[in-house]
């Protein structure tokens, strides 16, 4: 019998409509999300990767909850939340929409879908964006409904996605642009769908609000796709750093600023918004950042432990430790089997932040030296080649 730790399911973790569904299909585990079961492996974090690469999956993602904004004040408090400007955000768009409290530091990081001109959905990471949102808007009395719409996304990702997806939905799915979406029909309801998802492997993300058609849609997914080898999966670790997507709270959290965490290509300091943070993040962009969110690299030749003795497989760098007095914080870490190197993100202070390489403390109590890199990761830049 295993001694690993086990989750105790109660109704604060809240399942979506295809939990049950995902767990027959042989689920292995789970964490913790918004308050919900996200899976997070299935066959193994590995071959989920490389059929995630190769093939198509569906991804149970209820847990990214919807942030509703309606009524006449929901682009001001919209905008009040972000530093990204939203002016002329067309109605079919979504947008990358970090959120920052009054100093810079960052809340969440949602994609901000607009629903109409006095409606928004804020697709979260995992944090209660809705209780900020609710207090934001209480507090200064703007005319909004804040709430949590029953919608659960389902993600369909890989580079066979369109075809599996263009077999249920026809080939409007084809003509829907980056970042942009569609209503389509599917038996008698619209559903929103978006060309996005939480991997660089290219897909769509279904806006389920509707159980019993939902449910019937992951099941036709299944059907539809056999012979495109299509499978179960989850938002996977390997894939998403090796592409340099971020995960708040993992990465990055609330005590590093917008512009800490890498994120300055998505806010609008040049421009005049209102927004909470801009002053902060202006005041800080002229000063200098004091630490940056950065990626590590180990030597090849500390080859990781075997699979089995890892949870999940990817312990392996124990320190720089998780916040020290010098606020070296270290975030996600995986062993990369297509480079064949272990690969992390770290915030780091300067001027270490800008240096070429530090030391890394191994879980065997080794030390090496790490190299210090931008994220996403210039694989090429760094000399390593892809082993497939």
């Given at each position: 019998?295993?001694?690993?730790?086990?989750?105790?399911?109660?109704?604060?973790?809240?399942k979506?409509?295809?939990?049950?569904?995902?767990?027959?299909?042989?689920?292995?585990?789970?964490t913790?999300?918004?308050?919900?079961?996200?899976a997070?492996e299935f066959e193994s974090?590995?071959y989920d990767?490389?059929?995630?690469?190769?093939?198509?999956?569906v991804?149970?993602?209820?847990?990214e909850?919807q942030?509703?904004i309606k009524?006449?004040?929901?682009?001001?408090?919209?905008?009040?939340m972000?530093?990204?400007s939203?002016?002329?955000?067309?109605?079919?768009?979504?947008v990358?929409l970090?959120?920052?409290?009054e100093?810079?530091k960052?809340?969440n990081?949602?994609?901000?879908?607009?629903?109409?001109e006095?409606?928004?959905?804020?697709?979260?990471a995992?944090?209660?964006?809705i209780?900020w949102a609710?207090?934001l808007?209480r507090g200064?009395?703007?005319?909004?409904i804040v709430d949590?719409?029953?919608v659960?996304?389902?993600?369909?990702?890989?580079?066979?996605?369109?075809t599996?997806?263009?077999?249920?939905?026809g080939?409007?799915?084809?003509d829907?642009?980056?970042?942009?979406?569609?209503?389509?029909?599917?038996?008698?309801?619209?559903?929103?769908?978006?060309?996005?998802?939480w991997?660089?492997?290219?897909?769509?993300?279904?806006?389920?609000?509707?159980?019993?058609?939902?449910q019937?849609?992951?099941?036709?997914?299944f059907?539809?796709?056999?012979d495109?080898?299509?499978?179960p999966?989850?938002p996977?670790?390997?894939?998403r750093?090796?592409?340099?997507?971020?995960?708040?709270?993992?990465?990055?959290?609330?005590?590093?600023?917008?512009?800490?965490?890498?994120?300055?290509?998505?806010?609008?300091l040049?421009?005049?918004?209102?927004?909470?943070?801009h002053?902060?993040?202006?005041a800080e962009?002229?000063?200098?950042?004091?630490?940056?969110?950065?990626?590590?690299?180990?030597p090849?030749?500390?080859?990781?432990?075997?699979?089995a003795?890892?949870?999940?497989?990817?312990?392996?760098v124990?320190?720089?430790?998780?916040?020290?007095?010098l606020?070296?914080c270290?975030?996600s870490q995986?062993?990369?089997?297509?480079y064949?190197?272990?690969?992390?993100t770290?915030?780091?202070?300067?001027?270490?932040?800008?240096?070429a390489?530090?030391?890394?403390?191994?879980?065997?109590?080794?030390?090496?030296?790490?190299?210090?890199?931008?994220?996403?990761?210039?694989?090429e830049?760094?000399?390593l080649?892809?082993?497939?």
């Open positions: 019998m295993s001694n690993a730790p086990r989750i105790a399911i109660s109704r604060r973790l809240r979506s409509p295809f939990t049950s569904r995902a767990m027959a299909q042989g689920a292995k585990a789970f913790v999300y918004n308050h919900m079961l996200l997070t974090l590995e990767y490389w059929h995630l690469c190769e093939s198509v999956q991804w149970d993602v209820g847990v909850r942030v509703s009524g006449p004040d929901a682009g001001k408090l919209v905008q009040w972000t530093p990204r939203i002016e002329g955000v067309a109605d079919d768009r979504c990358y970090p959120l920052a409290d100093n810079g960052l809340i990081d949602p994609v901000g879908i607009k629903i109409a006095d409606h928004w959905w804020l697709s979260v995992d944090s209660d964006v209780l609710k207090g808007a200064a009395g703007l005319n909004v949590e719409p029953d659960w996304p389902l993600a369909i990702q890989g580079p066979d996605a369109e599996l997806m263009a077999r249920v939905f080939d409007a799915v084809k829907i642009r980056f970042f942009r979406y569609k209503r389509l029909a599917y038996k008698g309801h619209s559903f929103i769908v978006a060309r996005s998802g991997s660089k492997q290219g897909g769509f993300e279904v806006y389920v609000d509707n159980v019993e058609k939902g019937a849609l992951y099941d036709e997914l059907e539809k796709g056999d495109l080898n299509v499978r999966g989850c996977n670790l390997i894939e750093l090796e592409s340099g997507l971020l995960s708040y709270g993992n990465d990055m959290d609330s005590r590093h600023s917008v512009l800490e965490s890498g994120l300055g290509a998505f806010i609008s040049d421009k005049d918004v209102d927004s909470l943070s002053d902060a993040l202006r962009a002229a000063k200098g950042l004091s630490r940056r969110l950065v990626g590590l690299v180990l090849k030749s500390d080859a990781p432990m075997p699979l003795e890892q949870p999940f497989g990817t312990e392996l124990e320190a720089i430790p998780q916040q020290n007095d606020g070296h270290l975030g995986c062993w990369s089997p297509r064949k190197v272990q690969i992390a770290a915030v780091l202070e300067e001027p270490l932040a800008s240096e390489s530090c030391e890394v403390l191994l879980a065997d109590g080794r030390t090496v030296t790490a190299a210090i890199t931008s994220v996403p990761f210039d694989f830049q760094l000399g080649k892809a082993q497939v």
